[in-house]
């Protein structure tokens, strides 16, 4: 009998915004079963996988520049919309399909794919997870996600958290799988560079009014101001009029238009990896760049300046040695992680990060190798929330079983110029709405 001839690992993303994208197509090369291992899926000997990118078309989607500055590349990568994504999934077999949605996408998806594959033989696994830290929703953003294979948790304490919600409801929390932020890495911190370079990574919705995104931005000048020698960098997650994961309606780069900051001062864009490997001091209200500074041993500040509040997530550094003010950062100081909650974050730089996600591959495996899975089976069903789910699957166009609704968005081919122009219009209108009218309106209101 001829040996078997090697056959690739399929793999396909659906993301909603740059970070999603970032964080579906790095976790799928984390969790591709290793080559190595015998149970290799459908029979064959495995070679590196093929990753299909699919763009879900919103508000969020990246543009072209987002997606270079992300820096992850794929064998494909397209726009599409809800029902154009089924359609794929049924007309192409995956091995693995990653869903790096907002919950609401994620549980559409589940549905539709569950229709999609209905009645077949072998379907792909599903996976899913969170970009960064849980601080808010917890159990919405879990019971939306509940369904797919694996739910990946960034960390123990987020692992232990998933599976209480789910047990606390009566749902299966088998699919919770610790595994950890996958953009984490680079070199550790060795000591202070020259200059010396403090930054502050901002948030697309944290804070999310004028006045404190101004306080925030005239401390951070200040701080340039005192300390000349150093270089003091705003990293700045988009340019005006893209968006990103959240909507961000007071861009920092308009707010700083009117300040007058020292020559010490700049914004600076691009990957937030290749930033750190300047950065002597990271602050930021509660970003996941956090997390990625603590992991490198960077000495890291997370700020009280404004409340330490759920709405800001910041209560989610409490405990971890991190907190401080302006003030104090002003006059030297710099925080000290403590290690016993960083363990518990994931972020330990001792060498434990490179098998964070053997679990999840093991996983994997043992489910790509199995002769058939079960049908997908969300909590949320027309039975458990008839007055939440048909509302969610209606956003994306699916009817209550999961099925494309008639006259769902679509397209057999790529826009021509003209629909290309009309689509970029009416995203320039919608972005013009959030960061311009929305806030008149808002201030208006307050009169």
């Given at each position: 009998?001829?040996?078997?001839?090697?056959?690739?690992?399929?793999?396909?993303?659906?993301?909603?915004?740059?970070?999603?994208?970032?964080?579906?197509?790095?976790?799928?090369?984390?969790?591709?079963?290793?080559?190595?291992?015998?149970?290799?899926?459908?029979?064959?000997?495995?070679?590196?996988?093929?990753?299909?990118?699919?763009?879900?078309?919103?508000?969020?989607?990246?543009t072209a520049r987002q997606l270079d500055e992300v820096g992850v590349r794929?064998?494909?990568?397209?726009?599409?919309?809800?029902?154009?994504?089924?359609?794929?999934?049924?007309?192409?077999?995956?091995?693995?399909?990653?869903?790096?949605?907002?919950?609401?996408?994620?549980?559409?998806?589940?549905?539709?794919?569950?229709?999609?594959?209905?009645?077949?033989?072998?379907?792909?696994?599903?996976?899913?997870?969170?970009?960064?830290?849980?601080?808010?929703?917890?159990?919405?953003?879990?019971?939306?996600?509940?369904?797919?294979?694996?739910?990946?948790?960034?960390?123990?304490?987020?692992?232990?958290?998933?599976?209480?919600?789910?047990?606390?409801?009566?749902?299966?929390?088998?699919?919770?799988?610790?595994?950890?932020?996958?953009?984490?890495?680079?070199?550790?911190?060795?000591?202070?560079?020259?200059?010396?370079?403090?930054?502050?990574?901002?948030?697309?919705?944290?804070?999310?009014?004028?006045?404190?995104?101004?306080?925030?931005?005239?401390?951070?000048?200040?701080?340039?101001?005192?300390?000349?020698?150093?270089?003091?960098?705003?990293?700045?997650?988009?340019?005006?009029?893209?968006?990103?994961?959240?909507?961000?309606?007071?861009?920092?780069?308009?707010?700083?238009?009117?300040?007058?900051?020292?020559?010490?001062?700049?914004?600076?864009?691009?990957?937030?990896?290749?930033?750190?490997?300047?950065?002597?001091?990271?602050?930021?209200?509660?970003?996941?760049?956090?997390?990625?500074?603590?992991?490198?041993?960077?000495?890291?500040?997370?700020?009280?300046?404004?409340?330490?509040?759920?709405?800001?997530?910041?209560?989610?550094?409490?405990?971890?040695?991190?907190?401080?003010?302006?003030?104090?950062?002003?006059?030297?100081?710099?925080?000290?992680?403590?290690?016993?909650?960083?363990?518990?974050?994931?972020?330990?730089?001792?060498?434990?990060?490179?098998?964070?996600?053997?679990?999840?591959?093991?996983?994997?495996?043992?489910?790509?190798?199995?002769?058939?899975?079960?049908?997908?089976?969300?909590?949320?069903?027309?039975?458990?929330?008839?007055?939440?789910?048909?509302?969610?699957?209606?956003?994306?166009?699916?009817?209550?079983?999961?099925?494309?609704?008639?006259?769902?968005?679509?397209?057999?081919?790529?826009?021509?110029?003209?629909?290309?122009?009309?689509?970029?219009?009416?995203?320039?209108?919608?972005?013009?709405?959030?960061?311009?009218?929305?806030?008149?309106?808002?201030?208006?209101?307050?009169?």
């Amino acid at each position: 009998m001829p040996p078997s001839t090697p056959k690739s690992l399929r793999i396909a993303v659906l993301a909603d915004s740059d970070t999603r994208w970032k964080w579906g197509a790095l976790t799928a090369d984390r969790i591709a079963p290793d080559p190595s291992m015998e149970a290799a899926p459908r029979g064959g000997a495995q070679a590196g996988p093929a990753l299909d990118g699919f763009l879900l078309r919103g508000r969020a989607t990246p543009t072209a520049r987002q997606l270079d500055e992300v820096g992850v590349r794929a064998d494909s990568l397209r726009e599409v919309t809800a029902a154009e994504f089924l359609r794929a999934m049924a007309e192409t077999s995956y091995d693995l399909v990653v869903l790096a949605l907002v919950g609401g996408g994620v549980q559409a998806m589940l549905h539709g794919l569950g229709r999609v594959w209905e009645g077949l033989e072998k379907r792909p696994v599903v996976v899913t997870g969170y970009v960064g830290v849980v601080y808010e929703k917890l159990a919405d953003g879990l019971l939306l996600r509940h369904g797919a294979d694996l739910v990946l948790a960034n960390s123990r304490q987020d692992a232990e958290r998933f599976c209480a919600v789910y047990e606390g409801v009566g749902a299966d929390a088998s699919s919770v799988t610790e595994v950890a932020l996958p953009f984490l890495g680079g070199a550790a911190y060795q000591g202070e560079h020259t200059p010396y370079t403090v930054v502050f990574a901002v948030q697309p919705s944290v804070p999310d009014n004028r006045g404190d995104r101004v306080y925030l931005l005239n401390r951070l000048i200040r701080h340039a101001r005192l300390h000349p020698q150093r270089e003091v960098l705003l990293k700045l997650r988009s340019r005006p009029g893209e968006h990103t994961t959240h909507i961000e309606e007071l861009p920092y780069q308009k707010l700083v238009q009117r300040l007058e900051p020292p020559a010490n001062f700049r914004l600076v864009y691009g990957n937030m990896g290749e930033v750190l490997d300047r950065t002597d001091l990271l602050v930021t209200i509660s970003s996941t760049a956090a997390l990625e500074s603590l992991h490198r041993r960077i000495p890291t500040a997370v700020l009280t300046d404004l409340g330490i509040r759920e709405v800001l997530g910041n209560h989610h550094f409490v405990g971890s040695g991190c907190l401080a003010s302006w003030d104090q950062l002003d006059a030297g100081h710099r925080p000290v992680p403590d290690e016993e909650w960083v363990a518990r974050q994931g972020v330990v730089p001792d060498g434990s990060y490179a098998h964070a996600f053997d679990a999840a591959r093991e996983r994997i495996t043992k489910l790509l190798a199995s002769p058939g899975l079960p049908p997908l089976t969300p909590y949320y069903t027309p039975v458990t929330a008839p007055g939440y789910l048909p509302g969610i699957l209606a956003r994306h166009h699916l009817g209550p079983d999961g099925t494309p609704l008639p006259g769902a968005p679509a397209h057999e081919r790529e826009p021509g110029p003209v629909r290309q122009i009309v689509r970029r219009a009416a995203r320039g209108a919608y972005r013009h709405g959030v960061q311009r009218v929305a806030p008149v309106i808002r201030r208006m209101g307050e009169l």
